[in-house]
């Protein structure tokens, strides 16, 4: 009979029916009578059977890993208490192939061996990709990117794009990606904040994915020289309705991903203890955060106790995050250490408007804050950080014609990946990672 082509993940529906499958050989299994291949396509995986002269054929060698073929068979079900992807297997009675991996040397699994330096993995990322792990991060990234714009667009926030070549920084001169834009500096976008502040009087509530970068020289399992950055600001609101809108967006586009049929069960794979997190999500204040670190003895980047002030650096925000043990909302920052476009506290103007979402194993995954309002306070700003307004006059025109409460944050998407795919660092959650020595492939 006539073979009706299908995707893997469709095929599983079709028993007893005679299908023709594209794909690549993700495992193979042979003896002198049966060759046992798993096929991949992308959809979902097949376990496929050849006997007979299919068998003999193949001995003479051009089924290899990874070699990409077309199979012909039909659709049965595995016996009960067998278990195979989709609940079947292909009973294959014809095959071509299309394009022949190497064996020996060259062969695939030669050049991404199991337990290799990480390095080489990286190396090799290209192949390494077709893994079972990374590509199942890489599914639940695609179904977490949907789900975020699901939320927005219930939210009723617009999706605008802007630019990557800016004249500008956002979160300090540091960590800026220099370059010659037709004999002028600019840089890389560190955070599209200051662009979408600008769309609010045009467009309401605004957001965007886009990648960000950074120049952080430091090798940790959090930082990339290029991320995608979720980015939203919004306009008419307080703190207190700011912080409830992070809470919705990360509680919601979490519960789509485990809704979804192929993310949902890939995130219980990869991440079995995984709680989904439940609104409201505890608030510390920053003062507070310094008192609990003191009392549990963590020290500061000097080794001495905390004091009013300090940073608190990555390997203590874990700490207490990974004890306290759920999600957090860090909030009311010192103005010092943060960038010079927030608001500050009308109780406190020690403090600002400001906060972190630190989820347990990552710790920060979101930044955010109220935003200064006036130009006065503004240029006060700029001011302390050593900035040249000049660039900014953009900026600081949307303070002068039609000012309006407003906040916004960022969300790094690996981060949130590496915290829902139980990965140790944000170097798995990226398609091809970014950081100081490594730019390819
Ligand atoms: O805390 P950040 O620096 O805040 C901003 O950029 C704000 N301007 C965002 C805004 O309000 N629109 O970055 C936001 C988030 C962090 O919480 C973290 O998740 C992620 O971006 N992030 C990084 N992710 C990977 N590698 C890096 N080097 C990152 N730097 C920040
Ligand atoms: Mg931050």
Redesign the pocket.
């Known amino acids: 009979p006539e073979a009706q082509k299908f995707k893997i993940g469709q095929s599983y529906g079709h028993v007893g029916q005679r299908v023709k499958l594209y794909g690549w050989i993700h495992r193979l299994r042979a003896n002198k009578k049966v060759v046992f291949v798993v096929l991949r396509d992308g959809t979902g995986f097949i376990q496929c059977v050849m006997s007979g002269d299919l068998a003999a054929a193949q001995q003479t060698a051009e089924l290899t890993l990874e070699s990409s073929v077309a199979l012909y068979g039909r659709v049965a079900k595995v016996p009960e208490g067998k278990s195979a992807p989709g609940g079947v297997e292909l009973v294959v009675d014809y095959y071509e192939v299309i394009g022949v991996a190497p064996s020996g040397d060259d062969s695939f699994t030669n050049r991404i061996a199991e337990g290799a330096d990480p390095s080489l993995l990286l190396d090799q990322r290209h192949l390494a990709l077709r893994g079972e792990t990374i590509s199942a991060v890489m599914k639940v990234r695609a179904a977490l990117l949907r789900a975020v714009r699901r939320v927005y667009e219930e939210e009723q926030l617009v999706e605008v794009t802007p630019p990557c070549m800016v004249q500008t920084q956002?979160?300090g001169g540091s960590t800026l990606f220099k370059l010659d834009y037709y004999g002028e500096e600019a840089y890389l976008t560190?955070?599209s904040?200051l662009y979408?502040e600008t769309c609010l009087a045009a467009l309401g509530d605004v957001y965007c994915v886009q990648e960000?970068f950074?120049a952080?020289k430091s090798h940790t399992r959090?930082?990339?020289s290029e991320?995608t950055?979720i980015?939203a600001?919004l306009c008419f609101l307080s703190f207190d309705e700011l912080l409830a809108h992070i809470e919705k967006l990360l509680v919601n586009a979490v519960q789509y991903v485990l809704e979804d049929p192929v993310a949902g069960p890939l995130v219980r794979q990869l991440n079995p203890g995984f709680q989904a997190p439940k609104g409201p999500f505890m608030r510390l204040e920053y003062k507070d955060a310094i008192q609990w670190l003191n009392d549990h003895d963590i020290k500061n980047e000097q080794g001495e106790p905390f004091k009013f002030g300090d940073d608190i650096a990555e390997a203590a925000e874990r700490k207490m995050t990974d004890t306290i043990g759920v999600p957090i909302l860090l909030i009311r920052f010192p103005v010092e250490i943060k960038?010079f476009y927030m608001k500050r506290c009308q109780d406190d103007p020690r403090v600002t408007e400001s906060v972190?979402v630190l989820m347990p194993t990552v710790g920060?995954?979101?930044?955010?804050?109220m935003r200064i309002e006036g130009t006065e306070e503004l240029m006060q700003g700029f001011k302390r950080e050593g900035i040249d307004p000049k660039a900014y006059y953009w900026f600081i025109d949307q303070r002068k014609y039609g000012t309006c409460p407003h906040g916004?944050?960022?969300?790094?998407t690996?981060?949130i990946l590496a915290w829902l795919c139980n990965r140790f660092t944000?170097r798995d959650c990226s398609l091809y990672p970014r950081f100081s020595g490594r730019c390819k492939p």
């Not at 920060?364 to 804050?369: K, L």
């Not at 916004?408 to 790094?412: K, P, Q, R, S, T």
């Open positions: 956002v979160e560190q955070s904040q979408l960000s950074r952080e959090r930082h990339l991320y950055h980015e600001e960038s972190d920060e995954i979101t930044g955010g804050s916004g944050y960022g969300l790094g690996e981060r944000v």
